[in-house]
């Protein structure tokens, strides 16, 4: 009698625990989001692998039927020499007992051994250790990362009349782009304490580019900590950046913008960074030029590069900062830094759909208050 009710919660029980697993291997999302972010991996990866295969000597052949099966077996090589060579050999053994039926003569008869699984063995292996490199790289990344993050605020500083938001999502892990705003000392004869606020973006990716990052913001928190004028920051700057971009191969484009609250005027300079958007209240939006070449560029000439500086008068519900979409700004009227933010960021999630980040994201909004 106590069979049939037990059974079934059995039954419950399994479907409960395939549910549960489905949900953590899937993260919750849907057939169609799995899909597309499939297709997006799968992408990638091949552009990953296509960059190593001479694609003109493929279409020089003659014949065309054989253009794919060159092509397969460039993209094969490509992917065989990303790994290290005791895995390159046994990824070959793996495959060769995938695919072979191995015979054995003896005087007692003929026997054939399917050694298929053996091979799928070493695939597994090769997966696993695969996989723990990925893991202790990724540790290693995410370390960086945590490092990378005390270097950048927290949260906005408190400054009567302005309210701020910034937000940045990496490409990788770590990241070259820079975002910062800090209250610097009053300068002499000037009583009010001017507010610094900088994005730059350091050229190329990932670790490489997070490390110049790091000595950028040192060097201009050292230099901002001085009675120096925003001209000398900069000449500063890029004389450090100089010193440190690979002749010119790692340069530093920078935004740098120096507001004092009491007047709300702003000075700034632009080097060879995204032209910020100012929007005015009444909705007229202005673009802050480049005026200058990025930090670290070789000097052809014995004297430094002038970096002209250009000012602007900020008016009680005007904003700046360097979101995608013109437009998202123009249909803000109204709302904190944070959620005109919020709603950019919402706007390249939708326009770049599934499609993966190619480079680093990072947005600083400043909104002034009356």
């Known amino acids: 009698m106590a069979t049939a009710p037990s059974s079934a919660k059995a039954k419950i029980g399994r479907t409960r625990r395939v549910r549960n697993f489905w949900a953590r291997v899937t993260e919750g999302l849907e057939i169609e989001q799995l899909w597309g972010q499939f297709k997006s991996e799968a992408r990638a990866t091949y552009s990953l692998y296509s960059k190593d295969v001479d694609w003109d000597a493929i279409g020089r052949e003659k014949r065309p039927w054989r253009r794919p099966f060159l092509a397969a077996w460039a993209l094969f090589q490509a992917m065989l020499m990303k790994l ?25 008869g003929n026997a054939s051994f ?30 960086a990362r945590e490092i990378q993050q005390w270097l950048v605020p927290e949260k906005p500083p408190i400054v009567a009349g302005i309210d701020m938001a910034f937000a940045t999502r990496p490409q990788n892990t770590v990241a070259g782009d820079y975002y910062d705003a800090f209250v610097r000392p009053a ?8 507010l610094l606020v900088v994005v730059a973006d350091v050229a190329g990716k ?17 230099l901002s900590a001085t009675p120096a004028s925003l001209d000398e920051i900069v ?34 300079i632009n080097a060879g960074h995204n ?40 008016e009680p519900g005007d ?3 360097e979101p995608r979409l013109v437009a998202c700004l123009q249909s803000a009227a109204t709302g904190t830094a944070a959620e005109i933010l919020n709603r950019v960021m919402a706007d390249v999630n939708a326009f770049a759909a599934y499609a993966r980040q190619h480079d680093d994201i990072t947005c600083l909004a400043l909104r002034v208050g009356a």
């Open 206 to 222: 990932s670790v490489p580019a997070a490390l110049l990052m790091a000595t950028f913001q040192a060097s201009l928190r050292a």
């Open 275 to 314: 032209a910020p958007i100012l929007r005015r209240a009444s909705g007229q939006i202005e673009r802050l030029e480049s005026v200058g070449p990025p930090f670290g560029l070789p000097l052809f000439t014995a004297n430094e590069i002038a970096y002209p500086s250009a000012g602007t008068q900020l």
């Open 114 to 143: 399917n050694l298929g699984w053996l091979g799928a063995l070493i695939l597994f292996v090769l997966l696993a250790l695969e996989l723990a490199d990925r893991v202790t790289m990724k540790r290693d990344l995410e370390i």
């Open 84 to 108: 290290s060579p005791a895995r390159r050999v046994l990824l070959l053994i793996a495959i060769f007992l995938l695919i072979a039926q191995i015979d054995v003569h003896s005087d007692r």
């Open 319 to 321: 904003e700046y900062g």
């Open 187 to 194: 300068s002499a004869g000037n009583s009010s304490y001017p």
């Open 235 to 268: 000449v500063g700057l890029d004389r450090y950046c100089r010193a440190h971009s690979l002749e010119g191969r790692r340069f530093t484009t920078a935004f740098l913008a120096e507001i004092d609250p009491a007047t709300r005027e702003m000075r700034y």
